[in-house]
């Protein structure tokens, strides 16, 4: 792909998810009138709130990674991993426009992460763990 497709993908890609983004919020505003007549519903709004900010996180994340990707096309690091410097597969950039990695490398640093949050799960358990030992006390 000509990374001037590429650059048009992206930016379509950033514009739908703004506008999105707006129909969400308009949503969110919706519900939250609602809310207001109808105060029994406020655990149902709460958690469809709590989602709502959930995607809105996502939808941050993407929007991120689709200008970090604006920005290696200008600069002109693009389809470059940014790991171990070889060229990202066209196939892989052409599903996901705004990868950082390669595929062997984003398959290590997601099994690294994995690791990782396995290893700080098993902390909080065991201090979880330990702390009611001590009330027991």
């Known amino acids: 792909m000509k990374k001037n497709e590429i650059r048009d993908m992206l930016l379509k890609m950033k514009d739908n998810l ?12 919706g519900h939250l009138q609602e809310a207001i007549a109808d105060m029994y519903d406020l655990a149902d ?7 709502s900010i959930l995607l809105c996180n ?13 920005e290696r096309i200008e600069d002109g690091t693009y389809g ?3 790991d171990c410097g070889a060229k990202i597969a066209e196939g892989r950039v052409k599903v996901m ?3 950082r990695y390669c595929v062997a490398c984003q398959n290590r640093i997601e099994k690294e992460e994995k690791y990782l949050k396995n290893q700080d799960d098993s902390l909080r358990y ?10 027991e006390e």
């Open 126 to 135: 065991r201090s979880v763990i330990k702390d009611s030992e001590e009330i």
């Open 80 to 82: 470059t991993c940014e």
């Open 97 to 99: 426009p705004f990868a």
């Open 18 to 29: 703004l506008q999105e983004i707006a129909s969400n919020m308009k949503m969110e505003i």
């Open 58 to 70: 996502r939808d941050r994340e993407k929007l991120d990674l689709i200008d970090e990707a604006l």
């Open 45 to 51: 709004d709460e958690r469809e709130r709590q989602f």
